[in-house]
Nanobody
Framework: QVQLVESGGGLVQPGQSLRLSCVAS????????MSWYRQAPGKERELVAS???????YVANSVKGRLTISRDDAKHMVFLQMNSLKPEDTAVYYC???????WGQGTQVTVSS
């Protein structure tokens, strides 16, 4: 049974940082590109960042320079470091194994003063 479990979300003020984590089980983690998506209220889910290997990453233009994706294949984990957070970053953030139907349950990030 495949499971993706996110953690690390919370309520922060603008300009602060958060680090999201996702731990995977039940799949051969290292062979999958991993992605972070987010969905804000009333909006469609959007791709934020994805990683195949440390040298092969994608970050959406809207968050480039503030968000960084990384992975630890030995621990079956993928991370999203979010710096200089803005209110428009408020959303539920989901971990996803690219090319599959495997999604986490999501972790809420709220950026508000």
């Amino acid at each position: 049974q495949v499971q993706l479990v996110e953690s690390g979300g919370g309520l922060v003020q603008p300009g602060q940082s958060l680090r999201l984590s996702c731990v995977a089980s039940g799949l051969t983690f290292s062979i999958y590109a991993m992605s972070w998506y987010r969905q804000a209220p009333g909006k469609e889910r959007e791709l934020v960042a994805s990683i195949n290997s440390p040298d092969s990453t994608y970050v959406a233009n809207s968050v480039k320079g503030r968000l960084t994706i990384s992975r630890d294949d030995a621990k079956h984990m993928v991370f999203l470091q979010m710096n200089s957070l803005k209110p428009e970053d408020t959303a539920v953030y989901y971990c996803h194994a690219s090319g599959t139907n495997f999604w986490g349950q999501g972790t809420q990030v709220t950026v508000s003063s």
